[in-house]
């Protein structure tokens, strides 16, 4: 059965205006995008590779140096517990030094370009 009755009005949920392609592209390409980038890469990467050989490292000496880890350092602690321990206070370490480098120095950027974007979309 028909109805002659017009369509329902479609509703959008107010937000911020969608970019098009280009703009994303041209920010993409921009000086200001480069250095957001460079700033987290100079960050992230070292970091990164840093705890990968400290991992490797640990794995290392956990399968080829099974004297050196099975020192006892006191009581029943050896060397191989305290650098498994390591490695959780170093992940931790390394999330919360991200975090605060973000904060500081990621977001205040990414927010001006996300604005610049928005506003211009």
Same mark, same amino acid.
């Given at each position: 059965?028909?109805?002659?009755?017009?369509?329902?009005?479609?509703?959008?949920?107010?937000?911020?205006?969608?970019?098009?392609?280009?703009?994303?592209?041209?920010?993409?390409?921009?000086?200001?995008?480069?250095?957001?980038?460079?700033?987290?890469?100079? /960050? @992230?990467?070292?970091?990164? #590779? $840093?705890?990968?050989?400290?991992?490797?490292?640990?794995?290392? &000496?956990?399968?080829? +140096?099974?004297?050196?880890?099975?020192?006892?350092?006191?009581?029943?602690?050896?060397?191989?517990?305290?650098?498994?321990?390591?490695? /959780? @206070?170093?992940?931790?370490? #390394? $999330?919360?030094?991200?975090?605060?480098?973000?904060?500081?120095? &990621?977001?205040?950027? +990414?927010?001006?370009?996300?604005?610049?974007?928005?506003?211009?979309?």
């Amino acid at each position: 059965m028909a109805t002659d009755a017009p369509p329902p009005e479609k509703t959008l949920a107010a937000g911020p205006a969608q970019p098009t392609t280009e703009q994303f592209i041209e920010v993409q390409e921009s000086a200001e995008f480069g250095e957001l980038r460079r700033t987290y890469r100079s /960050f @992230a990467f070292p970091l990164t #590779i $840093a705890f990968i050989a400290w991992y490797l490292l640990y794995v290392l &000496l956990s399968n080829y +140096a099974g004297g050196f880890m099975g020192t006892k350092l006191f009581g029943n602690i050896n060397v191989a517990l305290v650098l498994g321990l390591a490695q /959780f @206070a170093t992940t931790f370490l #390394i $999330a919360w030094s991200y975090s605060r480098h973000a904060a500081g120095k &990621l977001d205040p950027k +990414a927010e001006a370009i996300k604005s610049r974007m928005e506003a211009g979309a």
